[in-house]
């Protein structure tokens, strides 16, 4: 018997975290909502964002904090470290924090009680505030420090009623123009239906966006999977994401097949796509497998998909894919045709590899945690390799 294990709305939050998880520039894209309180931690957590061999910024979360935080810059590899200031109205709320071109950073904060949220664009030392064409349920992804897409998928008020609204700016939040309009009176339009789940967007410039469309009965299924069954549909903008057309990928997994949006993180055309296959082998959730599509011509056409030899994945430029599952790391020089393994060489026994910040073809940062072999949490330390992986070193905290 075929049963609907999850349902679409259960099914969408595994769709999120997966993207969390596998593509951390997406984690800020997504509405206040989809984040729960956090519990506080019993030591400071970080978050890195890589910016070169030698630059990083951290955003720390002290002891038992759940949301303060503090934000340090260093250019030497951690030999010194620079705090920074946060825009004066972030204080007390979350923090989600990524690069830009330029040297610019990108801030969103949101407060979990409330659901608000608000959006910076600074260097660190200075923030502007983007001012948003929506107070509703909605969320901003920053191209750079002007080009940016809002996307507003609830009205505001009580009761709040489904929408989804795209609007573009080009001069940094000053002015928007509307790029499309799905409401309740026009509830079809540029290829999109409001009926389905189109949450999950990004755009790679102001002309060039990407989206995946959730039929509204789509769900995990626990049994053999049929052609008929809904299936979740990758589309591409050209027109800065007011008309939308279906792309084909090869290979497509039967079954209740999750996809991410395509990432594009170098200057060139390469790029990846990871995908998560639920397939059933006679238990029920179905078994998740991560696999990846690689393109070298800006998404034109894809190859793969190939599965992922770990769960912690980065890539510098499209082309050199880096892969760990803690203990191992997984370097391909050829979107993931072929691995080389490495067994790295860590200051610790207890250490292992937690996730994965790529800058180039031969550095990487990694947060560690001794506590991933142990029952209780342990502190956290930051490592950096600059031998495609073969040895990593600890790099020194702010404050240690």
Known sequence: MRTLAIVVGSAISIGVASLIFLWPTVRGLFPAAVHHTPTAAVYATYEVVAVSANAAYLLVRPPGAVLSASLYRTRDAGATWQRLSLPASASGNGFVLRSLSGGNLFLRTFTFATGSQHFYVGDGSTWIEIAVPEHGSGSLQMVDAKVGFYVATQTAGTPSVQELVVYRTQDGGRTWEQRLDLNTFRSTSGGLNLSDVNSFMSFADSLHGWLVVVPSSWGLVCGIPRPTDPAQQLMTSQDGGSTWTPVSLPRLPQGSTQLGTPV?????????????????????????????????????????????????????????????????????????????????????????????????????????????????????????????????????????
Do not use: K
């Open 264 to 400: 594009f993180p170098g200057s060139g055309g390469g790029g990846y796509l990871t995908i998560t296959a639920n397939t059933y082998v006679g238990q029920c959730p179905p078994v998740g497998t991560t696999l990846a599509y690689g393109t070298l011509d800006d998404g034109t056409t894809w190859s793969g998909p190939r599965t992922l030899p770990g769960p912690f994945f980065d890539s510098p430029d499209g082309v050199v894919w880096w892969a760990s599952d803690g203990r191992q790391l997984f370097r391909s020089n050829n979107q993931g045709q072929n691995w080389e393994t490495t067994e790295p060489h860590l200051p610790a026994g207890a250490v292992t590899l937690e996730a994965l910040f790529v800058v180039n073809a031969q550095t990487a940062w990694s947060l560690w945690s001794a506590g991933s072999d142990q029952a209780q949490p342990q502190r956290e330390r930051l490592l950096r390799t600059t031998d495609a992986g073969a040895h990593w070193s600890e790099v020194r905290l702010p404050g240690g």
